[in-house]
């Protein structure tokens, strides 16, 4: 009787080595597109992260300069794609306004990822704030405390990929 052996033929070896191959080549081709889904995905967090530290600034009546500001928002503008503003709103009108507002952090959005648009109310607009008016906080959106709003972020190369944070007049940040 002929003794078996146990073990690998050369043929299983090179088929699996040849998987293997093939499935590293295709990870690798699409490794630049998988890389700016996850920074769209990364960047989208940040921003509702960003609004989420702003109302909590609004919840704990944080001081800056010494007072407690009448809110504490984000500001968007379209004619500036690459960045949005962190601000404490000095003057009470629950908008940016530079020289008057005071800046808290201008906010860099990742490599290839810009604001591709924004709606206040269901309606396009160029420029937004969002607001967080301590104690509460009441949500400004705009002028408006009734509003809803979105920010959508995209691909700079491919603007059908994007991510959108919705912010409604109750404070809810959700993205999708």
């Known amino acids: 009787m002929k003794q078996q052996q146990s073990g690998f033929t050369l043929v299983e070896l090179l088929t699996a080595a040849a998987i293997i191959l093939i499935l590293t080549t295709f990870v690798l081709a699409n490794y630049p597109a998988i890389g700016k889904g996850f920074a769209l995905e990364r960047s989208a967090e940040r921003l ?9 600034k609004s919840v704990s009546m944080e001081e800056v300069s010494g007072t407690v500001p009448k809110g504490y928002g984000i500001y968007f503008n379209t004619a500036s794609p ?3 503003n962190n601000f404490a709103d000095s003057d009470g009108d629950f908008q940016w306004g530079e020289g008057v507002d005071t800046l808290l952090n201008a906010i860099e959005l990742e490599s290839n ?8 109310g269901g309606s396009p607009v160029g420029s937004l704030s969002i607001v967080f008016e301590p104690p509460d906080p009441t949500t400004w959106i705009g002028n408006s405390s009734s509003s809803t709003s979105t920010i959508t972020l995209q691909l700079e190369t491919d603007p059908e ?16």
């Open 161 to 176: 990929k994007t991510k959108t944070i919705y912010v409604n007049s109750a404070g809810l940040i959700t993205t999708q």
């Open 82 to 84: 690459y960045s949005y």
């Open 48 to 56: 509702a992260q960003e609004l989420r530290s702003m109302q909590q």
């Open 113 to 120: 990822i810009e604001i591709g648009a924004l709606e206040s």
